[in-house]
């Protein structure tokens, strides 16, 4: 069974410039999380997808990040602009549903502010 | 929302004695309770979860324990290895996964 897919792995840009990333979740998980994992702390949840829906989006700071999940697959999440402080590894992770049962992650996507 | 505290946040122990890391959570809703190992520079991994109908669960030198009225559960490993050496982290989940700030465990040989 294929894991999570997330890229880029890595990615250094410029504080103001713009950043995507990408994530593939398992195939058939209908709950897809994008977490921001800062160094030495645990994943904080930024929105979690149930299909194409929003879950929960209460962390996310929304005035320069965004997230989709089209067609309840794939999703992209989105800085605009960057701050040095948004420097962290974002982990997708995806779950069968938001119930009871495992969540996956991928490895994630190193971003550097500089 | 749901908030999860972790204890304690770094922990030495010698090998082939046992180590406990405790977690308590604040939604009386939340039904499952993950615990996942990330060795440096990789992605955590589950090694254990327990569900609220469950008191304890043991898998091989892994256990983990739930007390629902406290609202607290724990995570035993016994007879530690080297490879045990890591960052761990408990989360609780009622309609989002919410993760615990990490104890990063050092196993002495």
């Known amino acids: 069974e294929a894991g999570v897919a997330q890229s880029p792995r890595y990615k250094i840009i410029e504080k103001r410039q713009s950043v995507a990333f990408w994530c593939n979740p398992i195939s058939g998980h209908a709950t897809l999380y994008w977490y921001q994992q800062i160094l030495g702390q645990g994943p904080k949840l930024l929105i979690q997808?149930?299909?194409?829906?929003?879950?929960?989006d209460s962390q996310l700071p929304k005035d320069r990040f965004s997230a989709e999940r089209l067609k309840g697959v794939d999703s992209t999440l989105k800085i605009q602009p960057a701050k040095l402080e948004d420097s962290a590894v974002y982990l997708c992770?995806?779950?069968?549903?938001?119930?009871?049962?495992?969540?996956?992650f991928g490895q994630g996507t190193r971003l550097t502010v500089v | 929302g749901e908030n999860v505290e972790q204890h304690p946040s770094t922990l030495s122990v010698q090998e082939g004695d046992s180590a406990v890391i405790k977690c308590t959570y604040s939604?009386?809703?939340?039904?499952?309770f993950p615990w996942y190992k990330q060795e440096l520079g990789k992605r955590p991994q589950l090694i254990i979860d327990?569900?609220?109908?469950?008191g304890e669960k043991k898998d091989q030198r892994i256990a983990v324990t739930l007390n629902k009225t406290a609202k607290h559960f724990s995570l035993h490993i016994t007879e530690t290895q080297p490879e045990d050496s890591a960052v761990y982290f408990c989360?609780?989940?009622?309609?989002?996964?919410?993760f615990g700030t990490g104890t990063r465990l050092t196993i002495i040989p």
């Open positions: 997808f149930q299909n194409n829906g929003v879950v929960d």
């Open positions: 327990i569900r609220s109908n469950v």
């Open positions: 939604d009386s809703a939340s039904n499952y």
């Open positions: 992770a995806s779950s069968l549903w938001s119930g009871t049962t495992e969540a996956f």
């Open positions: 989360a609780a989940r009622n309609e989002k996964l919410t």
